[in-house]
C-alpha cells in the first residue's frame, strides 16, 4: 500500500490534484499538509498500478505539475488482510456493504488501541 507526500509548486494545482482524487475508490486517505502546498495520499493499489501510478507521477513532474514527491510502501504482516472495502462493492456510483457492522468493529478496534495506550 503506498503512501505518498506530493510537493505542488502552487496551491491550485494542489486543489485541482485534491479534487480529482477525491471520490476515488483506490483513495483511503487524502489530506492537506498543513502550511505547504503538499498532499498525503494513502491508497490500497495493485503492485502493476502502482508501477502505472509513479509513471504518472513523473510525467506530472516533468511538465511541471508536481514539485517533488516521495512515496513508501507500508506492507501487511498477515496474509489475506485488506485495507480496504472489495471494488467489487462499488455499483451505481456508491458503496454497498454493512456499514454499521464495519463501524462497530472499528470502534472495538479504537477500544482495544485506547487499553494499550492506557497501559
Known sequence: MPILIINFPNYEYLAKTANALRNKPFV??????????????????????????????NQLSELGYIEKYKYYLQAFT???????????????GEWIYKHDEYIMRLYEKLKEVNKKIEH
Open 28 to 57: 483511503e486517505v487524502l489530506g492537506k499538509i498543513l502550511n505547504k502546498n503538499a498532499l498525503l495520499v494513502i491508497a490500497y493499489l495493485p503492485i502493476y498500478e502502482f508501477f502505472n501510478m509513479l509513471n504518472s507521477l
Open 78 to 92: 498477515e496474509k489475506g488482510q485488506r485495507a480496504t472495502i472489495p471494488y467489487q462493492n462499488f455499483r451505481d
